[in-house]
């Protein structure tokens, strides 16, 4: 389950040349769920990255805290508040890295999940619109997860779904078949990502420092000649 985000500074020109930017990428060394960060989301036929509350939020919800910041793949078309997301309005958030915990006999260590070249990831997202008061509106959303590939299973049962950045417009469209675009929801390919240890900093969400990030043990990535 993705519990923290990796946001570094990243060249969304290059990642998605068409972007348009309604508001600058929101960066954060340890981003907690409940907060706002920048996704990417179609508006009159073009991607735009804007801000969002990353908990899907939908009109009837009271209690900001029960929010989900995530939803499960299989999931989407079993429950209405992530069904009517699906079908209409997809994101994607971009990131350099997402936290997960593996347990130990005394603790749970922090890792980051990341590209094994380092390079910019696009979660797949779902989003919504809510009230914040009888005239103004905003956006939420929710990370899609997936079950992870079996070489990063030791570290969690399940990571953010990956849109490649050349399926980006059709995981975008609403117009995109429901098959099509459940189809893009699947694990990573085992060479793609890869986890490095990092420091316990990274539990107290208030703590934003470079050190959060910051490797303290070599890189876990899959090599072929042990498949």
């Not at 908990?55 to 209405?80: F, I, M, N, Q, Y």
């Not at 890792?111 to 910019?120: A, E, K, Q, W």
């Not at 893009?184 to 990274?202: K, T």
Request: glycine share 4%; proline share 11%; hydrophobic share 40%.
């Amino acid at each position: 389950m993705a519990g923290r985000l990796y946001i570094p500074s990243l060249d969304m020109a290059r990642l998605l040349p068409e972007l348009r930017h309604e508001a600058p990428l929101l960066t954060a060394t340890n981003l907690a769920p409940r907060r706002p960060v920048s996704h990417v989301k179609l508006e009159a036929g073009a991607a735009c990255l804007t801000r969002v509350f990353w908990g899907l939020t939908p009109s009837w919800l009271k209690v900001l805290d029960h929010a989900p910041h995530c939803a499960r793949a299989e999931s989407l078309d079993a429950r209405p508040m992530f069904r009517d997301a699906f079908n209409g309005r997809r994101s994607l958030v971009p990131v350099g890295g997402v936290y997960v915990w593996k347990s130990q006999p005394r603790f749970k260590q922090p890792f980051l999940v990341t590209r094994v070249d380092r390079g910019p990831m696009l979660l797949a997202g779902i989003w919504c619109r809510y009230h914040t008061d009888l005239t103004e509106y905003a956006d939420s959303m929710a990370l899609v997860t997936v079950p992870t590939n079996g070489f990063l299973a030791p570290l969690s049962d399940r990571l953010p779904a990956l849109i490649d950045a050349a399926d980006a417009m059709r995981w975008l469209d609403p117009e995109t078949p429901h098959e099509t675009a459940q189809a893009l929801l699947h694990p990573a390919p085992r060479e793609l990502l890869g986890a490095f240890p990092v420091s316990r900093r990274v539990n107290d969400p208030a703590n934003q420092d470079p050190a959060c990030a910051h490797p303290t043990g070599p890189m876990l990535r899959w090599n072929e000649q042990e498949k």
